[in-house]
């Protein structure tokens, strides 16, 4: 099975009033893992003027079997 990379972006909306960014990353064994921390992250930005996008994309990584 192939590791999924999610890759998040969070940037300062346009409506706010300072200037912030940042990139983080994180390996799931799943697609749909990888989508639910993606969307998980966007709900924190409810209410503020912060926004976070997020792509998941497969490594190529097979996931050893333990």
């Known amino acids: 099975m192939t590791t ?3 890759i998040i972006f969070a940037h300062a909306g ?3 009033n300072s200037d912030s960014n940042s990139m983080t990353t994180a390996v799931f064994a799943s697609e749909v893992a ?3 921390a993606g969307e998980a992250a966007k ?3 409810d209410g503020t003027t912060k ?3 997020y ?3 497969p490594t190529g990584i097979k996931e ?3």
């Open 4 to 6: 999924w990379l999610l």
């Open 14 to 16: 346009a409506l706010s």
């Open 34 to 36: 990888c989508a639910s």
């Open 43 to 45: 709900k924190m930005t």
């Open 51 to 53: 926004v976070i996008k």
């Open 55 to 57: 792509r998941c994309v």
């Open 64 to 66: 050893k079997n333990t």
